[in-house]
């Protein structure tokens, strides 16, 4: 593998590193912890769009961080009014006192001092206090709704996916049966014609015919990123029937690989964000499919510049 390549290789696991790491800082609320990882990041690669998007994750978690402490503020700060305010009105026993000592049994004012209002009577601050309780009461509300609402949306948008993977994956099931029992015809129908037909001429259309059957069951044994046991057998069955040779059968398989890699690829950065555990599952997924690194590098450029164009 060429010295560039390594040096690609080995700082990608460095930003995958530092990118879990601030990830995990992200779920315990140390900001300031995830964007020194970040920092670390962007310092292996300025313009690596994962980190990027990771800053940018973290500046909004840190608004919504500083918005929930300014609104534990205000209620603290009405909380600590009311209880002033308590405070400095007078208590019930000591009015009772001056009512009952008092010649005409009412209170007579002190001089000086302001007369204690009578018993239903609004104290002063008691509006502040209402409309304080009563903003951070409808603020509370409103947040809950919102709340509310987006996890309505969440659970709405989740079980579409699931009847959509569900979907999927049952015409995915389907067409895999029906290509494998056509396989199969087509195989009857070429061990037919070779009993039929004689040497020469003849064999080499069954040699094509077989080539041609073996790049369509490729093509479809790849599209989950994995050719399964029961694949394997039916294409070594057409290429030992059809007389393809090793060499031919490991070149198509090659190629069909790059294809189904290349399509998974663009999948994954449809959405211009590559997460740790997607680059991960990219990472096996090249290596069962024997894609080097560097050609891995190639196609990725080729999408990125490809969506760059649709901008």
């Known amino acids: 593998m060429p010295a560039l390549t390594q040096d ?15 990830d995990r800082y992200i779920k315990t609320a140390e900001f ?8 670390k990041a962007l310092g292996v690669e300025p313009n ?8 940018e994750r973290i500046k909004v978690a840190m608004e919504a961080s500083r918005k929930k402490e300014e609104e534990d503020r205000l209620k603290k700060q009405a909380e600590e009014q009311k209880k002033s305010l308590s405070a400095a009105a007078p208590k019930p026993a000591e009015t009772a006192a ?20 009578a018993s239903g009577t609004q104290l002063p601050g008691d509006d502040i206090i209402t409309k304080i309780k009563k903003d951070a009461s409808d603020a509370a509300d409103k947040k809950m709704d919102v709340r509310i609402d987006l996890l309505k949306q969440e659970f709405t948008a989740s079980q579409q996916k699931f009847q959509d993977d569900v979907a999927r994956l049952a015409a995915q099931a389907k067409e895999a049966l029906a290509a494998k029992e056509a396989a199969e015809r087509k195989l009857a129908s070429l061990q ?7 040497a020469g001429s003849s064999g080499e259309t069954l040699h094509g015919q077989a080539i041609t059957l073996l790049e369509k069951l490729f093509r479809k044994a790849w599209e989950d990123g994995v050719i399964s ?13 059809g007389g393809v040779s090793d060499d031919d059968f490991a ?14 690829l663009r999948e994954v950065w449809k959405d211009g964000l590559v997460t740790p555990e997607e680059a991960e599952t990219l990472e096996a997924l090249r290596k069962t499919l024997n894609i080097s690194a560097e050609e891995h590098f190639k196609l990725e450029a080729q999408i990125r510049k490809e969506m760059q164009a649709k901008k």
């Open 192 to 198: 037919t014609q070779q009993g039929q037909v004689g």
């Open 251 to 264: 070149k198509m398989k090659n190629e069909s690989g790059s294809i189904s890699y290349t399509a998974h």
């Open 229 to 241: 046991p029961d694949e394997q057998e039916l294409l070594i069955i057409v290429k030992t029937e």
């Open 48 to 55: 690596n769009m994962y980190a990027t998007a990771y800053n």
């Open 32 to 39: 300031s912890k995830a964007l020194d990882e970040v920092k």
């Open 8 to 22: 690609r290789e080995t700082q990608k696991k460095i930003i995958s590193e530092y990118l879990k790491a601030a």
């Open 98 to 117: 001056r009512a009952a000592n008092a010649p005409d049994a009412k209170p007579q004012p002190v001089p000086g001092q302001t007369p204690a209002p």
